[in-house]
């Protein structure tokens, strides 16, 4: 296999994204999957993806609009 | 009558930061391709239109490359003159092949340059901005600016009375999440417009002798829960932020994060004499068309024209006020006054904890209560100290701009700490036959009161007074339960305007046995550092200080720091004090009662903090308060 390169967007690691680390992953051409090369993570797009709405499990208000920012 | 006053700021970066890597993915890296210029341009161009298009004004920081560019110069012009946009001068963007042929660097930071080579250039962008505008600039811009720098920026150029000068909490956070790779760190600084002083950038000027000569505003206005604890460019007032940090639904696109962090800003006028403040300062890089991070250029276009449509409805309903850099400085200086302080009661609005920290700035502190865990003082800065830091090649400090903690709780512990060892904090403990609880443990929410005080203070444009205020917090009570004891715990704090301490008052009362005692103890524990790691804690010296007899004589207890874990105890103890040569700072905590016993403890190599403080017993509807001040030591 040639070097890897990035993929069609710049998918960052969702396994480092969830402990506040922004790594862009490179994509293996032949086992057609994006891959970190800080930890071990590894997945298809599709995967990857799915571990990108995961990292959102601490955004328990993220679709929340919010009319008060106090508590009076 | 409140001001909502946003600052919309584009810089026309012609080899943006992030792009020249991102768009050049197995290219050869040439800041001189004419693609990547072409598009910053047309991003630049996408960016003053949105903005336009929605009625509000901007500032444009022209970029030294941007200079160079006949184009980016005639769409500049244009725009002053059909939309009354301000011409800034920015000095990021530096880089372009006129930039690195004359100084043979690929560096693009201009704090972390040699005093030389920042005067150097400053004479060489401002010179050639004069060239092409006919006229100086009135703002200026960076991700930092450092007091040296802006003194010879004000020398070069007296007309400039504003300037982005720093990125609120971007230091060791920042620095991790980009793999340890982003060189450069500024925590500690204050989250809205300040006046820097002469002395350090980052502390605000107490009067018109520390005065720097502009207003600085910080780059975008965070959210100040999220970016205390997490990475700073995932929580702020640049939509691509919020795309950053994955703070949108993927199916519908939607981010109502982002207006939640505007409307929080929003409401910070009640708590700052009617006004609040916004800003969002873009360049192109996050806009182009490869897209970004996970997101594709469509919803990077989305979330920019939804983002200034946001503004730009507020402003149709007279809501906002766009002014631009230079206006904005006038404005403040009409409005502030110099000891005023910038308060933010600031909600969770991310993670729907309900969590609510109480943020305060001012000349001689800046400091963050934390009502999760019942009103603990979690980070503290002493400006009395105005420390002068230069920073930048040279220097023997080229990338370290923070602004050194005592407290502060992610960096060095809070109150949780793992086996043993203490945390930065400062709280109370009460105990009563063998249990105790720590406030820490009580989570409660906060309410904010201020009364005007008699004295005056010098508005920042010395053309007259404002009076004083003392502003508080109000805590919702807590309970305590320690043994077959329960009872309640009211605890206020104050802020006196321009005095340099906190006050604290904690009552008890509703005790389940009227005839019961509670031992109160009220300690801060601190270190000194700009990051997690220990500074060495040598040359620190504790103190306890009786009171003065009738013949003016008193006795002192001192301990100088030796990492052997000792500690010292006074009786009716006047005052417990340390002394940190090492940030030039007293720090002394005084109480009300003259039964209560003083104390100071020295840490250990495992724990390298030291403790101050006092404890007393309180009876049903008793109270104690207490004086943490910070001075200067010199």
Not at chain 2, 97 to 105: A, L, S, V
Not at chain 2, 503 to 512: E, G, P, Q
Request: hydrophobic letters at 35%; one cysteine or more.
């Amino acid at each position: 296999m040639a070097q890897a390169g990035k993929g069609k967007l710049n998918y960052r690691c969702p396994s480092c994204f969830m402990r506040d680390l922004d790594i862009d992953m490179f994509y293996d051409t032949k086992k057609e999957e994006y891959y970190c090369i800080r930890c071990q993570y590894h997945g298809s797009e599709e995967d990857v993806l799915s571990k990108n709405e995961m990292a959102r499990f601490r955004y328990k208000a993220m679709r929340k609009r919010f009319t008060s920012f106090d508590f009076d | 009558m409140s001001d909502f006053i946003v600052n919309i700021i584009h810089r026309p970066e012609l080899a943006p930061e992030y792009a020249e890597k991102v768009t050049g993915s197995g290219k050869k890296e040439n800041i001189k391709r004419t693609d990547l210029r072409d598009e910053s341009l047309d991003i630049f161009r996408f960016q003053q239109e949105t903005a336009h298009k929605n009625g509000l004004k901007t500032t444009i920081q022209m970029t030294y490359a941007s200079l160079f560019s006949d184009e980016a110069v005639a769409i500049a012009k244009e725009d002053h003159a059909r939309w009354g946009d301000e011409i800034g001068l920015s000095l990021l963007g530096l880089p372009c092949p006129q930039f690195r042929e004359k100084y043979h660097t690929r560096e693009f930071c201009i704090w972390m340059f040699s005093m030389e080579e920042k005067k150097a250039i400053v004479d060489d962008v401002f010179g050639l901005f004069h060239e092409r505008f006919g006229f100086w600039p009135e703002s200026t811009s960076s991700y930092y600016l450092d007091a040296d720098l802006i003194h010879y920026i004000k020398t070069v150029c007296p007309s400039v009375k504003c300037a982005v000068a720093t990125c609120w909490e971007e230091g060791p956070k920042a620095y991790h999440t980009c793999n340890n790779s982003w060189y450069t760190f500024m925590d500690g600084g204050p989250w809205a417009p300040w006046i820097p002083s002469r002395q350090n950038t980052h502390a605000p000027a107490s009067g018109p002798e520390e005065d720097s000569g502009i207003v600085a505003i910080p780059h975008l206005s965070r959210d100040l829960i999220a970016c205390y604890d997490g990475n700073g460019s995932n929580f702020g007032t640049h939509p691509q932020n919020v795309l950053r940090g994955m703070i949108y639904d993927t199916a519908t696109w939607e981010f109502p994060y982002y207006y939640n962090l505007v409307d929080q800003y929003r409401s910070l006028e009640k708590y700052n004499d009617g006004y609040a403040y916004n800003m969002m300062f873009v360049g192109p890089g996050w806009l182009n068309r490869m897209g970004r991070w996970e997101a594709p250029y469509e919803l990077l276009k989305k979330s920019y024209e939804e983002g200034l449509g946001y503004y730009g409805e507020l402003k149709k309903r007279g809501e906002l006020t766009d002014l631009t850099m230079s206006e904005f400085a006038d404005y403040y200086r009409s409005k502030k006054s110099y000891h005023e302080p910038e308060c933010a009661p600031w909600r969770d609005i991310l993670y729907g904890s309900d969590k609510q920290l109480f943020w305060y700035c001012d000349a001689n502190m800046r400091a963050c209560i934390n009502m999760d865990q019942g009103g603990a003082l979690v980070d503290l800065r002493n400006y009395a100290a105005k420390l002068r830091i230069p920073v930048g090649v040279g220097t023997g400090n080229p990338v370290d701009a923070s602004y050194p903690f005592l407290i502060q709780e992610k960096y060095r512990a809070g109150y949780f700490t793992h086996y043993a060892g203490a945390g930065t904090i400062r709280s109370a403990v009460f105990s009563h036959q063998g249990y105790e609880a720590n406030l820490c443990q009580c989570r409660t929410h906060a309410h904010f009161i201020e009364e005007e005080l008699e004295e005056k203070d010098l508005l920042c444009n010395a053309k007259g007074w404002k009076k004083k205020k003392e502003r508080c917090l109000i805590l919702d009570p807590v309970e305590l339960e320690l043994g077959d004891l329960k009872f309640k715990v009211l605890t206020r704090i104050f802020f006196p305007e321009g005095e340099s301490l906190i006050k604290m008052a904690r009552k008890v009362y509703d005790f389940s046995r009227k005839d019961a005692k509670v031992s109160l103890k009220e300690y801060m524990t601190a270190c000194y550092g700009t990051t997690e790691y220990a500074q060495d804690m040598t040359g620190i010296t504790l103190g306890l200080d009786s009171p003065e007899s009738r013949s003016g004589a008193r006795s002192q207890e001192l301990l100088e720091y030796q990492y052997r874990d000792r500690s010292r105890r006074m009786e009716g103890a006047k005052r417990a004090w340390a002394v940190i040569p090492q940030i030039q700072t007293n720090v002394s905590m005084e109480i009300s009662r003259p039964d209560a016993c003083g104390f100071i403890e020295e840490g250990y190599a495992f724990s390298p903090m030291f403790t101050l403080g006092f404890t007393a017993d309180l009876s049903e509807g008793e109270e104690a308060v207490t004086w943490l001040r910070l001075a200067k030591e010199n």
